[in-house]
């Protein structure tokens, strides 16, 4: 059985000393979740039956994708699984990330950086992707350009987070005008002056709801009694009004960005 639980920074050394010498079996068994930050890897977690190796990435994605609450937003939002979830499963965060990487220069995923955490990058299948801007575009003046602007990165030559004016002007040759329908339409959000990061249309409220999940699920567990709740105990928690995502959606989210730690 896993625990949740918070600790001190010197107990949390101490045990984590302790659990060092134990069998990974075992510490899958006895480890208790910390909401500190550490930068030692989690243990797996989640998808029992997913590895470790090139094809599992992807079946990992996948499942995680299947906790995302597509009709929260009315199905309009692709599903976006962020990259540190896959720690939460896969301990070699090394391979997590090449494997992650491989996929976006094969043109099958994207990464967007979400804005509220310099370290939070949201992973977003590319054909969901475009099927889910195009149909937001259906009807639209500025259809044509976003279709313009989806041909030219969604290709292998393109894994870039964001695109400087120069490059939109010169390289994609796009005017200021349609730069100007790009972020209107959702594509394109401002970076800062002369740049704009990749963006998903209208996933201001998954921010909005993913944040204020994360905080009620944190505050469950040090709530618990000595700060400690067993894991499948929180996923079968009444959630409150603040917690709109599918549970284990969050405990990935809190265990891979290392927020807890069993």
């Not at 699984?81 to 491989?102: A, C």
């Not at 009620?216 to 009694?225: E, F, I, P, Q």
């Not at 499948?232 to 891979?256: N, P, S």
Request: aromatic residues 10%; glycine residues 6%.
């Amino acid at each position: 059985m896993m625990f949740c639980s918070i600790f001190s920074d010197k107990h949390k050394k101490d045990r984590w000393q302790r659990l060092s010498g134990m069998n990974r079996k075992r510490a899958l068994i006895s480890e208790t979740f910390k909401v500190k930050k550490r930068r030692n890897g989690t243990e797996k977690f989640g998808a029992d039956s997913v590895g470790d190796g090139p094809t599992d990435i992807r079946s990992t994605l996948e499942y995680l994708m299947t906790l995302f609450p597509r009709k929260l937003f009315n199905d309009t939002l692709p599903q976006i699984v962020l990259k540190h979830q896959l720690y939460s499963i896969h301990n070699d965060k090394t391979l997590v990330d090449k494997e992650v990487n491989k996929l976006r220069e094969q043109a099958e995923l994207l990464m967007f950086q979400l804005g509220f955490d310099a370290e939070a990058f949201g992973l977003v299948f590319a054909s969901d992707y475009r099927a889910k801007v195009l149909a937001g575009e259906e009807g639209k003046v500025t259809r044509a350009t976003v279709e313009k602007f989806l041909e030219k990165v969604l290709t292998p030559s393109c894994t870039d987070l964001s695109f400087s004016k120069d490059r939109m002007l010169r390289e994609f040759l796009f005017t200021d005008s349609e730069i100007t329908q790009l972020v209107k339409s959702g594509v394109l959000t401002v970076r800062d002056a002369g740049s704009w990061w990749l963006s998903i249309p209208n996933s201001g409220k998954f921010t909005k709801y993913f944040i204020q999940g994360r905080k009620a699920v944190l505050g469950m567990v040090k709530k618990s009694k000595y700060s400690e709740v067993l894991k499948a105990e929180l996923e079968e928690r009444r959630t409150t009004t603040q917690v709109k995502f599918h549970m284990k959606y969050h405990i990935h989210d809190i265990v891979g960005a290392e927020l807890v730690e069993r």
